[in-house]
């Protein structure tokens, strides 16, 4: 699977962005699709996850009621879209897939595919 983010940007405190995950490759629908982020020197968080049918969500606790995960199969695209963003949630964002693991065991070193990731800054 490979993966490309977009619609990173910056934006002012308490705006939104909607990123863009888009798959191409094996079967999509497959892989449970995360998004991670990291900041300069911080490491690489959990953000939110999406199951391959958009049944289950999960999400860290930073960002719940404020991001909102979805995915459309048939455009092999997952969506972040991000509300009320804070100076805090500047960070390079990376979508990610798994085919083994569940939302519940979702770190960054349990991903099989990432893509490149996309830059949001939130200027306060």
């Known amino acids: 699977v490979q993966l490309q983010a977009s619609g990173g940007g910056l934006v002012q405190a308490g705006g939104s962005l909607r990123l863009s995950c888009a798959a191409s490759?094996?079967?999509?629908?497959?892989?449970?699709v995360g998004w991670f982020r990291q900041a300069p020197g911080k490491e690489r968080e959990f953000v939110t996850a999406?199951?391959?049918?958009?049944?289950?969500?999960g999400y860290a606790d930073s960002v719940k009621g404020r991001f909102t995960i979805s995915r459309d199969n048939a455009k092999n695209t997952v969506y972040l879209q991000m509300n009320s963003l804070k100076s805090e949630d500047t960070a390079v964002y990376y979508c990610?897939?798994?085919?083994?693991?569940?939302?519940?065991?979702?770190?960054?070193?349990?991903?099989?595919?990432w893509g490149k990731g996309t830059l949001v800054t939130v200027s306060s």
């Open positions: 990610a897939a798994n085919h083994n693991y569940p939302i519940s065991a979702m770190r960054a070193g349990n991903m099989d595919y």
């Open positions: 999406i199951s391959w049918s958009g049944g289950n969500l």
């Open positions: 490759g094996r079967t999509f629908s497959n892989y449970i």
